[in-house]
């Protein structure tokens, strides 16, 4: 074992998910409040010192670490994202670096990452591109053997594209359905049954996971990150754990248990112990793909 893979292993493992002041889209989906928003100038220039300090923290940072970019928006639309992607995948300490994306950019930047450290959380948007473009894409994602997942909203006028994109993937692809707006009631029991004839695991979205109390990796193994270094146990949360680019920061990490009545993102839920998801999805967890957990 060499000096640097002995100091990885070392070192507590962190799973971060980042989510800088980015808040522009290039899709224009009617439920989504950046749809088709351009970002401004002073915004760019924001995001961008933001994501550089982040990546300059990780390449230093004290853990073995995860990144999952959580973008308000589409972040791979700039090469800024594309370039932090490939410069985390080279790192020793970093196990895993993910994107959730909606898959309409150019993707021959992978070209330059570190394949077996990326992984891409996909989103297919019926009305915003083709089935033919957007399976383009994944196709280049097989190629290029890159862990990713394919996902879409469970709203019934989408049913037909679910039904014709998972008909379009290969077996070795998951596709996943987030329930509409997480409403169980908003299903028929023949139509969530078709649905999870579909993705597997599509019951677990349409429960509000009651969290109060309940041990999580938020806040000990698993941090929201924002542009300013601003740490909390997670997204849903807004209790301040500290900075992480402050000395001390290390030490805020320790087990909590939730605060919140509930949690319904996968984002979220996919992290309680009591679900056990890391043990479903294993080092697909990030980019949602339970394959990799199967060992395939």
């Given at each position: 074992m060499s000096g640097t893979d002995r100091e990885s292993t070392e070192r507590p493992h962190l799973t971060i998910h980042y989510r800088g002041p980015l808040g522009s889209c290039n899709y224009g989906c009617p439920y989504c409040p950046f749809a088709k928003r351009k970002a401004t100038r002073r915004e760019?220039?924001?995001?961008?010192?933001?994501?550089?300090?982040?990546?300059a923290w990780a390449e230093t940072a004290p853990f073995t670490l995860s990144v999952l970019f959580t973008p308000w928006?589409?972040?791979?639309?700039?090469?800024?994202y594309q370039a932090a992607i490939v410069r985390l995948s080279h790192l020793a300490h970093v196990q895993k670096v993910a994107i959730q994306?909606?898959?309409?950019?150019a993707l021959g930047w992978l070209d330059a990452a570190n394949i077996?450290?990326?992984?891409?959380?996909?989103t297919y948007h019926p009305t915003q591109t083709t089935r033919p473009r957007f399976l383009k894409r994944c196709a280049e994602l097989r190629t290029k053997n890159v862990s990713f997942s394919v996902g879409v909203v469970g709203a019934r006028e989408h049913f037909a594209e679910i039904a014709e994109?998972?008909?379009?993937?290969?077996?070795?692809?998951?596709?996943?359905?987030?329930?509409?707006?997480?409403?169980?009631?908003?299903?028929?029991?023949?139509?969530?049954?078709?649905?999870?004839?579909?993705?597997?695991?599509f019951a677990l979205d349409t429960v509000r996971h009651r969290s109060r109390g309940q041990a999580c990796a938020g806040g000990h193994t698993l941090i929201?990150?924002?542009?300013?270094?601003?740490?909390?146990?997670?997204?849903?949360i807004g209790?301040?754990?500290?900075?992480?680019?402050?000395?001390?920061?290390?030490?805020?990490?320790?087990?909590?248990?939730?605060?919140?009545?509930?949690?319904?993102?996968?984002?979220?839920?996919?992290?309680?112990?009591?679900?056990?998801?890391?043990?479903t999805f294993g080092a697909g967890l990030l980019e949602r793909n339970p394959l990799l957990g199967q060992g395939l």
């Open positions: 760019v220039l924001e995001d961008s010192a933001a994501l550089t300090r982040f990546v928006g589409e972040a791979l639309a700039y090469p800024r994306t909606n898959l309409s950019g077996g450290k990326v992984g891409i959380w996909a994109m998972r008909a379009a993937l290969p077996d070795s692809v998951y596709l996943w359905v987030n329930a509409f707006f997480g409403r169980r009631s908003y299903y028929t029991p023949a139509e969530r049954e078709w649905l999870s004839s579909i993705d597997p695991h929201s990150v924002d542009g300013d270094g601003t740490a909390r146990p997670c997204h849903f209790d301040v754990i500290g900075n992480i680019y402050d000395a001390d920061f290390a030490a805020r990490l320790s087990p909590r248990p939730c605060t919140r009545h509930v949690c319904d993102c996968f984002i979220g839920y996919a992290h309680l112990e009591t679900l056990n998801l890391r043990g």
